[in-house]
């Protein structure tokens, strides 16, 4: 996957970001930023590596932030959530088709985001590895399902394909009655 900025329009520089097996672009991202300081960019970014900043700022035209320094830390909410979760290993294996599998986990911050979210729900598709985020303010199931519901519709009503089935870690919110119902009623294995 690769990351591109696309020209002002109404003052908002937008990340694209496309994937070279579907040949598609999916905006990710709209800021009306020059340049920041790499604390806010990381907090307004989702909390991601200083790293991945780095290099969005090498491969992206006119995205940039404010030089680190010398100083490499992590902000307090990764300091104390400790979000520096062990790597997952790509797999040789993925899914021939979009859609196919979609792996879903919810992600806990130490603090409440400006809107009061804590949670996020993360969805990443198999084949092509193109991720999706939802902010929650629960972990419930109904919070999720509602999230879940809006991913669908959007990638489902985007790509012309199906969601055939989903992988989770098998927290409580993916398997509550109504999460297993809606996925029952509308095909998709879990």
């Not at 097996?21 to 930023?33: R, W």
């Not at 130490?110 to 198999?126: A, C, E, G, M």
């Not at 509602?146 to 919110?173: C, M, N, P, Y």
């Amino acid at each position: 996957m690769s990351l591109f900025a696309k020209p002002e329009r109404d003052g908002y520089t937008y990340l694209h970001a496309s994937s070279v097996k579907q040949n598609e672009a999916v905006t990710i991202l709209a800021f009306k930023i020059k340049s920041t300081d790499p604390v806010i960019a990381h907090n307004r970014f989702g909390h991601i590596p200083y790293r991945v900043l780095t290099n969005c700022m090498k491969h992206c035209k006119g995205f940039s932030i404010e030089k680190q320094g010398s100083k490499k830390s992590l902000c307090k909410g990764c300091a104390e959530g400790g979000t520096a979760s062990k790597p997952y290993y790509s797999s040789q294996k993925r899914k021939d088709n979009i859609l196919e599998l979609i792996h879903m986990d919810i992600k806990e911050f130490p603090i409440n985001s400006y809107h009061q979210n804590r949670y996020t729900l993360v969805l990443i598709d198999d084949h092509s590895s193109v991720g999706w985020i939802y902010h929650q303010r629960t972990k419930n199931q109904f919070e999720t399902l509602t999230s879940f519901k809006h991913f669908r519709a959007l990638t489902e009503k985007q790509t012309g394909k199906i969601i055939k089935s989903v992988q989770t870690d098998h927290g409580g919110e993916f398997f509550g009655n109504k999460f297993q119902t809606y996925l029952k009623d509308n095909g998709i294995q879990m």
